[in-house]
Nanobody, 124 residues
Framework: QVQLVESGGGLVQPGGSLRLSCAAH????????MGWYRQRPGKERELVAG???????DYADSVKGRFTISRDNAKNTVYLQMNSLQPEDTAVYYC??????????????????WGQGTLVTVSS
């Protein structure tokens, strides 16, 4: 079993900052791509930022220059530093990871795993 455990959401005023963390736990051989998605009220889930195992990053246009994704491979953890937050950033943020996990003594399987979601509310 592989689980992603998120932390760091909360209430912040416009212009403020928050840092989200997401750690992968369980029987893991390696963690490949990791990313953050969000689902705003009344909207579909969307990609916010992604980071590959080599550190290459990708961002949604709406967060470029304000959000920074990073990872600590030794801890199987991904972070999302969010600055200059605006009310339209209010959403449930979900962590996502592509994990290589042992299936048996000889084989591995690729799994896509989601975190439970953490609420970020930007309001005065």
């Amino acid at each position: 079993q592989v689980q992603l455990v998120e932390s760091g959401g909360g209430l912040v005023q416009p212009g403020g900052s928050l840092r989200l963390s997401c750690a992968a736990h369980g029987s893991i051989f390696s963690v490949n791509a990791m990313g953050w998605y969000r689902q705003r009220p009344g909207k579909e889930r969307e990609l916010v930022a992604g980071i590959g195992s080599g550190g290459n990053t990708d961002y949604a246009d709406s967060v470029k220059g304000r959000f920074t994704i990073s990872r600590d491979n030794a801890k199987n953890t991904v972070y999302l530093q969010m600055n200059s937050l605006q009310p339209e950033d209010t959403a449930v943020y979900y962590c996502n990871a592509i994990v290589l996990a042992p299936e048996d003594e000889l084989r591995y399987k690729s799994l896509e795993v989601w975190g439970q979601g953490t609420l970020v509310t930007v309001s005065s």
